[in-house]
T-cell receptor
């Protein structure tokens, strides 16, 4: 009963490098999300996908791209990492009615 | 635009004492309301949710919350706190037609 699985759990990048965070859910949810969490800021929505084939910007999309590969998978890409993108990233998925289920988080440090 | 305010950044409660965490929301329609808990280094776990009906909702781990429309509040309560309840708690608001908006969180510390 995996739920939402995201990889990698920890990553250190140099400024300007690129990387992709992977996320998969096995709950057959239509909606998937990427959030970032920073101290004192709560969770802020980066991008979401209401259904397979659609993606929309959230509150803080700059510097990120996403791909909804299929119903299960939703990846987040940093094309040119910046120190301001040092954060904890959470993938999530939801059923009808917005009950969101979260992954365990990915800790990203950009130096 | 929807928003959530959690007025208390930190709260310290003695073990065995009662707990109330405050949450105020701003939303144009009937809201869906949630409380999540996050232990250090972990993801967020759903404690409870309110969609409609009875305004007092029960959740996991002995938590409950009461929806008060007149006060735009959805406060989380627990009658007797355990040391294992120490964590960060997030309130969130949304609907079936919008994404969730989270508050900035309240860190609960439990003293012996």
């Amino acid at each position: 009963n995996a739920g939402v699985t995201q990889t990698p759990k920890f990553q250190v990048l140099k400024t300007g490098q690129s990387m992709t965070l992977q996320c998969a859910q096995d709950m057959n949810h239509n909606s998937m999300y990427w959030y970032r969490q920073d101290p004192g800021m709560g969770l802020r929505l980066i991008y979401y996908s209401a259904s397979e084939g659609t993606t929309d910007k959230g509150e803080v999309p700059n510097g990120y791209n996403v791909s909804r590969l299929n119903k299960r998978e939703f990846s987040l890409r940093l094309e040119s990492a910046a120190p301001s993108q040092t954060s904890v990233y959470f993938c999530a998925s939801s059923e009808e009615g917005n009950t969101i289920y979260f992954g365990e988080g990915s800790w990203l440090t950009v130096v | 635009a929807q928003s959530v305010t959690q007025p208390d950044i930190h709260i310290t409660v003695s073990e065995g004492a009662s707990l109330e965490l405050r949450c105020n929301y701003s939303y144009g329609a009937t809201p869906y309301l949630f409380w999540y808990v996050q232990s250090p280094g972990q993801g967020l776990q759903l404690l409870l949710k309110y969609f409609s009906g009875d305004t007092l909702v029960q959740g996991i781990k002995g938590f409950e919350a009461e929806f008060k429309r007149s006060q735009s509040s959805f406060n989380l309560r627990k009658p007797s706190v355990h040391w294992s309840d120490a964590a960060e708690y997030f309130c969130a608001v949304g609907s079936g037609y919008s994404t969730l908006t989270f508050g900035k969180g309240t860190m609960l510390l439990v003293s012996p």
